[in-house]
């Protein structure tokens, strides 16, 4: 398949369904649009002429432009407090008690319930990231992030531009103009969010003495042409009894007339309206998806839009944003930056970006031999990345970029399978005997004695199962010979059966059952818990147990038993932080922003939803900044600062694409609907997921209340539907397309047969 078949492929596959999204648009209102709103400026762009309004009523009022023809643009404002609402911190627990705990006493209690968690109460349960910066700092071994709390940029610009709480940048400082701004304390109070909904544009509202507020809003300008430098637009208002009273506007530096002036307001709308056209068209290939809460669909396209600021040219892969704080190169070759970032992309339908995101990694980052170009690799995510061709390969049939490194890909399962032959050497009474031996985690490189944790983790040999089975299953459809890809694909997947009794044989006698819950450690032959082996070994082999716990789950090898087992354990005894997994220490809690979301997933598969909500909303609140979402690679809970990574930024926009439409592993199944919060079952608003890629083709599915639509790509594929329709109170029976349905737990199961449209009614 040559490129041009390539992006015909994906039209074709776009245009499958009857109800195929087309690229979105300016939206369309209505008169009266305006009424009541405040004219702002006039300009033309392209030979169009456009006014300008705002609704200064209210806080939050939208940006609409009206053009002389054509349809209107409303860019709408959003706003969250930055400082704790709660009466009472952590619930009312003591945060030294919290650390110390092997339960995690925060989840426990807001699952006490029974039932969906609430969302205001995980929001409320801690102080929000960055509400008392230097505080509660997280414990990740990284160096403390300057207090910048997002950025801005854009896909051509190879650098980014931080944005700080008070509305700086590092070239730009609205104090100058606004002396309100230096009293002490008084940016602490106040409100973030973006214009635009999800667009990179942060808002930043500092609430003042009588009603009155100053806002400031800041933009990278999209027609700049510097490689490194991000131009920025800024407008900072102070805005009294719905009239702003005074106004200035900003391009990247102070003024220095008479060559440099500030801008005029048309030239600041002017590039306004050119960014958010821009940023439209940036995303114009992510999946469609409607919440009854807004929010989250906007805080999944905010995740596209920081990596693609992030990433070079939008593609060349970066780790942190900034300076040293995680933008060197050391940090290019991650594992973890590729895999999550080839991850949210197919599942947002994003192939294209896809696309060039694995051509770069394997031309630039692997070799022959199949090892990576960065310093620590991480045994586990060598399985994952042949699992993620794989599922590259069955969302979009292009076989052509995985034939072009071909070499690379063989040669990386070659890696693996050499590993587990050394393995199989062991003796037999060895506990690591037949386990794949490898860094679980990249730093433990740049330890004096690396070779502690060049160890069995139960994870390396989970995602090899997975990540050769996967990719066994179709590479000689890939390769489209007999023969030679035949053998090869059958010696993946007898290898890969090989090595998953081997992992299960290996937990099984490992298994603490004398102890409550029941306990398993990250590899075989432990003989203290994690939490006490990193209290008293120096250095041990157990640390950093959250990466292969979190790895170990999301490779989906595990029986049921087993692996609710683990999860458990994580929960029992000190992996988890409010739900989420935590970046383990003896005594501290703090969450685990990055690769925590295999864990998730893994909550969902095993039907414990109730749980993966409190994942969804701990992960929002809690190592994301307030409005301006900006997400931490480890958060303290007591408010402090966290270091962003953009794998962490990743994990919401795939949570709540599955929490609609997640696959089976293995069997001919797809879940719909399965981790729907019952509230929002219950608020008789629409859900839905349009256009989502699987490896049957794209579905389509929606649903409100109890009744649910679903459309496949062609008839009986997947064989099996799971629609779950969470209402209040449970679902009790069903009809498909007019029959009666099967009904197990809320889930409506349906055996598509020759049909591609389902309609269902509970």
Same mark, same amino acid.
């Given at each position: 398949m040559n490129r041009r078949r390539f992006l015909q492929n994906l039209a074709v596959t776009g245009a499958a369904l009857e109800t195929a999204g087309a690229e979105p648009g300016p939206q369309t209102i209505e008169p009266p649009i305006v009424e009541g709103h405040t004219l702002l400026s006039e300009f033309t762009l392209d030979g169009v002429a456009w006014k300008v309004y705002e609704d200064l009523r209210v806080r939050d009022g939208s940006i609409t432009f009206v053009p002389s023809r054509?349809?209107?643009?409303?860019?709408?404002?959003?706003?969250?407090?930055?400082?704790s609402t709660a009466s009472t911190p952590h619930l009312g627990l003591n945060l030294q008690e919290i650390g110390a705990s092997g339960p995690d006493l925060l989840a426990d209690k807001l699952l006490a319930g029974g039932g969906d968690p609430s969302e205001e109460q995980v929001r409320d349960a801690a102080p929000p990231l960055g509400s008392a910066t230097g505080q509660g700092q997280a414990t990740s071994g990284a160096p403390a992030r300057l207090p910048w709390n997002t950025f801005v940029g854009t896909k051509e610009c190879f650098d980014t531009m931080?944005?700080?709480?008070?509305?700086?940048?590092?070239?730009?400082?609205?104090?100058?103009?606004?002396?309100?701004?230096? %009293?002490?304390?008084?940016?602490? #109070?106040?409100?973030?969010?973006?214009? =635009? $909904?999800?667009? *990179?544009?942060?808002?930043? +509202?500092?609430?003042?003495?009588?009603?009155?507020?100053?806002?400031m809003i800041v933009f990278g300008d999209v027609e700049a042409k510097d490689r490194f430098i991000v131009q920025t637009w800024h407008r900072t208002a102070k805005i009294e009894n719905g009239k702003i009273t005074k106004v200035v506007y900003g391009y990247s530096y102070p003024a220095y007339p008479p060559a440099r002036l500030d801008p005029k307001p048309e030239e600041?709308?002017?590039?306004?309206?050119?960014?958010?056209?821009?940023?439209?068209?940036?995303?114009?290939?992510?999946?469609?998806?409607?919440?009854?809460?807004?929010?989250?669909?906007?805080? %999944?396209?905010?995740?596209?839009? #920081?990596?693609?600021?992030?990433?070079? =040219? $939008?593609?060349? *892969?970066?780790?942190?944003? +900034?300076?040293?704080?995680?933008?060197?190169?050391?940090?290019?070759?991650?594992?973890?930056?590729?895999?999550?970032?080839?991850?949210?992309?197919?599942?947002?339908?994003?192939?294209?970006?896809?696309?060039?995101?694995?051509d770069n990694y394997f031309t630039d980052f692997v070799d022959a031999k199949g090892m990576i170009n960065m310093r620590g690799p991480e045994t586990a995510q060598f399985g994952m990345t042949l699992s993620l061709l794989a599922r590259y390969y069955n969302y979009t049939r292009d076989a052509e970029l995985l034939v072009k490194h071909r070499g690379k890909i063989e040669a990386t399962a070659a890696m693996l399978a050499e590993m587990h032959d050394e393995a199989l050497k062991r003796p037999a009474d060895d506990p690591g005997h037949g386990l794949i031996h490898g860094w679980s985690e990249s730093d433990a490189c740049l330890a004096n004695t690396p070779e502690v944790w060049w160890k069995?983790?139960?994870?390396?040999?989970?995602?090899?199962?997975?990540g050769l089975r996967d990719l066994g299953r179709v590479w000689p459809e890939i390769t489209r010979r007999g023969g030679g890809s035949e053998r090869q694909a059958q010696d993946w997947l007898r290898r890969a059966e090989t090595l998953r009794e081997a992992t299960i044989g290996s937990m099984e006698k490992n298994v603490r059952r004398d102890m409550t819950p029941s306990y398993i450690g990250p590899l075989p032959g432990t003989t203290m818990t994690f939490r006490d082996a990193l209290a008293k070994e120096r250095p041990s082999p157990q640390q950093w147990p959250h990466?292969?716990?979190?790895?170990?789950?999301?490779?989906?090898?595990?029986?049921?038993?087993?692996?609710?087992?683990?999860?458990?354990?994580?929960?029992?005894?000190?992996?988890?932080?409010?739900?989420?997994?935590?970046?383990?220490?003896?005594?501290?809690?703090?969450?685990?922003?990055?690769?925590?979301?295999?864990?998730?997933?893994?909550?969902?598969?095993?039907?414990?939803?109730?749980?993966?909500?409190?994942f969804l909303y701990a992960h929002r609140y809690h190592d994301h900044t307030p409005g301006s979402w900006t997400a931490g690679e480890v958060a303290g809970i007591n408010g402090g600062t966290a270091l962003f990574c953009i794998p962490a930024q990743q994990t919401i926009p795939m949570m709540v694409r599955w929490m609609l439409a997640l696959e089976d592993s293995d069997e001919d199944r797809l879940y719909l609907g399965k981790g729907v919060p019952r509230e929002w079952a219950g608020s008789g608003k629409p859900i839905e997921i349009r256009q989502a890629p699987t490896r049957w083709g794209r579905v389509n599915f929606a649903m409100k209340g109890a009744s649910a639509t679903v459309e496949l790509a062609r008839a009986g594929a997947p064989k099996e539907l799971h629609v779950k329709l969470r209402v209040p109170g449970g679902l009790k029976s069903a009809t498909v397309n007019g029959r009666p349905g099967v009904v197990k737990d809320d889930t409506v199961v349906i055996q598509t047969g020759s049909e591609r449209r389902f309609e269902i009614a509970g």
């Open positions: 054509g349809a209107p643009r409303v860019m709408s404002k959003t706003a969250e407090p930055t400082f931080m944005v700080y709480p008070q509305g700086n940048t590092r070239t730009y400082h609205p104090s100058q103009y606004f002396p309100e701004l230096r %009293a002490p304390g008084v940016t602490q #109070k106040r409100f973030e969010g973006m214009l =635009g $909904g999800w667009m *990179p544009a942060p808002r930043k +509202v500092v609430p003042l003495e009588g009603g009155a507020y100053i806002e600041f709308y002017r590039g306004l309206l050119v960014f958010a056209n821009y940023w439209d068209r940036q995303l114009r290939d992510v999946t469609p998806m409607t919440l009854p809460k807004d929010d989250w669909v906007d805080m %999944a396209k905010h995740a596209v839009a #920081k990596e693609i600021m992030v990433r070079p =040219g $939008g593609v060349y *892969p970066k780790y942190g944003a +900034v300076d040293r704080d995680y933008y060197g190169p050391e940090y290019d070759g991650f594992q973890d930056v590729f895999t999550s970032s080839v991850y949210t992309n197919l599942e947002l339908g994003r192939f294209e970006p896809a696309r060039a995101i694995v069995p983790y139960f994870a390396n040999s989970a995602f090899t199962v997975r990466r292969p716990y979190a790895e170990l789950m999301q490779a989906d090898i595990l029986p049921a038993s087993l692996a609710n087992l683990v999860a458990d354990c994580m929960r029992g005894y000190g992996a988890t932080t409010m739900g989420v997994v935590a970046n383990v220490s003896p005594r501290n809690r703090a969450i685990l922003g990055f690769i925590s979301y295999g864990y998730a997933q893994m909550l969902l598969r095993l039907d414990r939803v109730e749980e993966y909500l409190l």
